[in-house]
């Protein structure tokens, strides 16, 4: 069974950190193109972040720019999502997910077959 599991979500105040960890069972993820996504309520989903299969090109939206870092350890076959100088408008459900599709500029666009169950992320004071 192909499964994504986040982990790392929490109660952070205002400028605070975390970092999200996206595992991956069932299937290896150096195969695949793989990207964050957040939803708040109300609102959208969103693509925050993406990471090519090597690791070499990433992509970051503009609200998260200079804030969120994204990478990948292949071996271990996880992807991380390093955040810092969080904001209470970060708070969201994260969820990761996997394309089988080769990365591009504008890889938040892929078609993602793949999705975690999202961890909770809530910056408050």
């Known amino acids: 069974q192909l499964q994504l599991v986040e982990s790392g979500g929490g109660l952070v105040q205002p400028g605070g950190s975390l970092r999200l960890s996206c595992a991956a069972s069932?299937?290896?993820?150096?195969?695949?193109?793989i990207g964050w996504f957040r939803q708040a309520p109300g609102l959208e989903r969103e693509g925050v972040s993406c990471?090519?299969?090597?690791?070499?090109?990433?992509f970051y939206a503009d609200s998260v720019k200079g804030r969120f870092t994204i990478s990948r350890d292949n071996a271990k076959n996880t992807v991380h999502l390093q955040m810092i100088d969080l904001k209470p408008e970060d708070t969201a459900v994260y969820y990761c997910?996997?394309?089988?599709?080769?990365?591009?500029?504008?890889?938040?666009?892929?078609?993602?077959?793949?999705w975690g169950q999202g961890t909770q992320v809530t910056v408050s004071s």
């Open positions: 069932g299937f290896t993820l150096r195969y695949y193109t």
């Open positions: 997910a996997a394309s089988g599709s080769p990365f591009q500029s504008m890889c938040i666009n892929l078609p993602y077959n793949n």
């Open positions: 990471i090519s299969r090597s690791g070499g090109s990433t």
